[in-house]
């Protein structure tokens, strides 16, 4: 890339390995240097590095905080947590380039390293095998980071070949010729990768089926650009042939939802491509019992959608007379690894849209809780208490009338239900409850159920330690929902009901349901070809990838960024416009292009 900067990537890069790689230790031998020289590229091992560099940065980015928030603030499914950063992509009041930057810089860094490459790979010392994986790899992350780079900002500059000489000018090429080069390299890449992870790219790094789905989604993304009917029939037919092949490439659906979220399953057979983290500390990202503050390339996804557990569980908590629960007493809780480090960031929308009169996340994307799984399966509800407490009949604000002892690992603590309970927060019913009941009436930015898919429970030197679970980016479930958006697209609501279909059955399975139960929660899961509207996809696709990185780019895709927004988000429905569908571009890029053209802004910033 053209920029005022020298060249970014570093060695540092190099011995900052990606896990993905088996034999990294020839990785280590080299000797760090200022920058990248052609000659790198010249060794196998220096091509093995370029690769590893990118992977390294995608980790820098996904289950980070600022760049979670980009991919799921602002949009129908979320609003802002009491203690949320970067406010202004929730509210859209505000919102400019200095709020972006850091993955934009990564991209163009890495987009570089690929193109170093792709130019010498061809002359290296590799073996002729190797040099096939290594081009192959190069040309799906490249194409991984354009597709995130025209998504998020629409004309990027579009580099293709290694630069080595920093420049003071740059600019912005075409959608269309972006779009182009993606489907290009994907279409490349997935012709020379295996079917499933080999070495020295192990794990769940790119492979054949990898390239395939982000090829079909490349290809349903610009069909909705310009309504080309070719490009939603080219991505159901990519879809529908990794469907077909599953079996080859060692994918499938877990027969449980929540399977897909245990972590002894992150790289099993429905994860499609995670960007690994790990404890060892030669990785440069993790110091055991260290604990973590942010700004490095660290999973900290569990705790963005924690609400403060341990500080507003007050056995005593009521409701006063406005109808708003207020923490009293002593918490039931201590922070622990098991129930998350509590950063309050985002909280699931459950207050009534503008436009609808009704809350996103129970009465629309998850209002069928008994036959669907998956709001069970995504929000933690009960927590059992981690600390013995002894309440008396005469405590302040105790309206139970007993005295009782709360006891570690058997009492309910806190029961955040998705129904209303008469007599919450001290009674069900006419019973007294030793912990507290909160409804969804009492919710707010500080009262909401926590995300539970993405926890981490195995941090024990520290439990504010990040999670060294990896971060899944793509699912294979998210193959059935690409190739239904594309075949509804393309006016095929038949195929579009039946690839629906496979994922919602699977959603009604529950483990602890008889037979017979599962049989008719099948049955009530089930839609037609009628059904399938463009709304009804999108709330599927909340309800099976809640939190998954994905909202604020599939409503952008399906162009219904603003008006869902208005239809349902009360936070950003008064400062959202059309415009906001293209994020600014980052002040960083713009003034660092001083020599020619001033580098454009996106029109409304």
């Not at 505000?94 to 193109?115: Q, R, V």
């Not at 005593?316 to 622990?336: E, F, H, I, P, Q």
């Not at 008064?574 to 001033?598: C, M, W, Y």
């Amino acid at each position: 890339m053209k920029r005022q900067l020298s060249i970014n990537l570093k060695i540092t890069l190099v011995l900052a390995t990606s896990l993905f790689f088996s034999n990294c230790s020839k990785l280590l031998e080299e000797h760090p240097q200022a920058g990248i020289v052609p000659a790198f590229f010249n060794t196998s091992a220096g091509l093995l590095g370029g690769i590893s560099g990118v992977y390294n940065d995608i980790r820098g980015q996904w289950g980070t905080e600022g760049f979670s928030a980009e991919m799921v603030a602002g949009t129908d499914e979320h609003l802002s947590g009491a203690s949320a950063s970067g406010i202004q992509l929730y509210t859209y009041n505000g919102l400019n380039g200095s709020n972006f930057g850091s993955a934009w810089g990564a991209a163009y860094t890495d987009i570089n390293t690929l193109n170093g490459v792709l130019q010498y790979a061809p002359a290296s010392d590799a073996d002729t095998a190797s040099k096939r994986q290594y081009i192959a790899q190069a040309k799906f992350l490249r194409a991984f980071w354009y597709f995130y780079l025209v998504q998020t900002w629409g004309d990027v500059p579009l580099h293709t070949t290694y630069n080595t000489t920093a420049s003071k000018a740059d600019s912005r090429q075409p959608v269309a010729q972006v779009y182009a080069q993606i489907i290009k390299d994907l279409t490349e890449a997935a012709a020379d990768l295996p079917n499933q992870p080999s070495a020295p790219f192990l794990g769940k790094a790119a492979c054949k089926p990898v390239a395939l789905y982000l090829l079909a989604k490349a290809y349903l993304t610009r069909g909705w650009l310009n309504n080309t009917q070719a490009d939603f029939q080219q991505a159901y037919t990519i879809c529908s042939g990794i469907i077909a092949n599953k079996s080859a490439y060692g994918l499938d659906l877990w027969q449980d939802y929540g399977d897909a979220f245990n972590p002894v399953n992150d790289y099993g057979k429905e994860s499609l491509f995670v960007s690994d983290h790990s404890i060892d500390p030669k990785y440069g990202q993790y110091t055991v019992g260290g604990g973590a503050s942010g700004g490095a390339a660290q999973n900290l996804t569990p705790w963005f959608y924690i609400w403060n557990y341990p500080s507003n569980s007050g056995i005593n908590s009521y409701k006063n007379g406005s109808g708003a629960l207020v923490n009293s007493g002593s918490s039931t809780m201590v922070r622990d690894a098991a129930n998350g480090r509590p950063y309050v960031r985002t909280r699931p929308n459950n207050v009534n849209g503008p436009n609808t009169g009704k809350r996103y996340l129970l009465d629309q994307a998850f209002s069928d809780r008994v036959n669907d799984s998956r709001y069970d399966n995504t929000f933690q509800q009960v927590w059992i208490s981690n600390t013995t407490l002894s309440n008396t009949a005469g405590a302040a604000n105790n309206s139970r009338g007993i005295g009782y002892t709360l006891t570690a690992g058997v009492d309910t603590a806190i029961w955040i239900p998705s129904y209303e309970v008469t007599g919450a927060p001290q009674f069900n019913g006419a019973t007294p409850f030793k912990g507290i009941i909160i409804p969804p009436s009492l919710w707010t930015n500080a009262y909401f159920p926590s995300v539970k898919k993405f926890m981490d429970p195995s941090r024990g030197a520290n439990f504010n330690d990040p999670s060294t679970r990896p971060v899944v980016l793509y699912r294979f479930s998210d193959v059935y929902l690409i190739g239904a958006e594309a075949a509804f697209e393309a006016g095929d609501n038949i195929n579009a009901a039946a690839l629906i279909n496979v994922v919602r059955q699977r959603a009604a399975f529950r483990k602890t349901n008889t037979t017979l139960q599962n049989t008719a929660a099948v049955t009530a899961q089930t839609i037609t070809p009628a059904n399938v509207t463009l709304d009804f996809i999108l709330d599927e696709r909340s309800r099976e990838f809640y939190g998954e990185w994905q909202r604020w780019h599939d409503l952008v895709r399906t162009k219904s960024l603003l008006r869902r927004v208005k239809d349902w988000n009360s936070e950003a429905a008064p400062n959202i416009k059309d415009f906001h569908a293209l994020r600014p571009i980052p002040q960083s890029q713009i003034d660092r292009v001083t020599e020619g053209p001033k580098f454009p802004q996106n029109n409304g910033y």
